[in-house]
T-cell receptor
Framework: KAGVTQTPRYLIKTRGQQVTLSCSPISGHRSVSWYQQTPGQGLQFLFE???????NKGNFPGRFSGRQFSNSRSEMNVSTLELGDSALYLCASSFWDRALYGYTFGSGTRLTVV | AQSVTQLDSHVSVSEGTPVLLRCNYSSSYSPSLFWYVQHPNKGLQLLLKYTSAATLVKGINGFEAEFKKSETSFHLTKPSAHMSDAAEYFC????????????FGAGTRLFVKA
């Protein structure tokens, strides 16, 4: 069965621009979570969507937003990019109860802001 | 409150020798505990999980972990390290009681020497 697919794999953007990242979860998974991974901060939770509704949110500024579609695919958007947004963005999908089943992660999108 | 502490940021072993990666947790509720592995420039892969069944949990690639409630620990072990085990390992505590919450440890980088 297909894994979690994230596109694009690599992205280079300029400060001030905006970016949209995409995630297609495993078939049957209705929960999609997004994480930012950096060497200094480790894995930080951005938000989780379940059945097109944001179920949980981390402590990121409003420049970071997301959405989920009826087919469970999710996008996250970062507006007004800053140098500090350079990171690996990971998408993880799960069944409704991720405390029971855990996550399946995508390979990530490596965003570089210059 | 919920937290997870990986006691070593780096562990170095020789190929063929045992691996021990240490993880302590705290949780106000009965937690689920997970170990994930991340190879360079890849997403995270679920190694094993504890969800209140057997306290000794076997995972993929010969890894196992033992849940010890009295010690609030969930250490990851493998009898014999292989070069391909070199990666970063994350201990994760999760719950769905009192609100969904998933906390990642800071990670332990495992080096395997030939």
């Amino acid at each position: 069965k297909a894994g979690v697919t994230q596109t694009p794999r690599y992205l280079i953007k300029t400060r001030g621009q905006q970016v949209t990242l995409s995630c297609s979860p495993i078939s049957g998974h209705r929960s999609v979570s997004w994480y930012q991974q950096t060497p200094g901060q480790g894995l930080q939770f951005l938000f989780e969507y379940f059945s097109e509704t944001q179920r949980n949110k981390g402590n990121f500024p409003g420049r970071f937003s997301g959405r989920q579609f009826s087919n469970s695919r999710s996008e996250m958007n970062v507006s007004t990019l800053e140098l500090g947004d350079s990171a690996l963005y990971l998408c993880a999908s799960s069944f409704w109860d991720r405390a029971l089943y855990g996550y399946t992660f995508g390979s990530g999108t490596r965003l570089t802001v210059v | 409150a919920q937290s997870v502490t990986q006691l070593d940021s780096h562990v170095s072993v020789s190929e063929g020798t045992p691996v021990l990666l240490r993880c302590n947790y705290s949780s106000s509720y009965s937690p689920s505990l997970f170990w994930y592995v991340q190879h360079p420039n890849k997403g995270l892969q679920l190694l094993l999980k504890y969800t209140s069944a057997a306290t000794l949990v076997k995972g993929i690639n010969g890894f196992e972990a033992e849940f010890k409630k009295s010690e609030t620990s969930f250490h990851l072990t493998k009898p014999s390290a292989h070069m391909s085990d070199a990666a970063e390992y994350f201990c994760v505590v999760s719950r769905n009681t009192g609100g969904f919450k998933t906390i990642f440890g800071a990670g332990t980088r495992l080096f395997v020497k030939a």
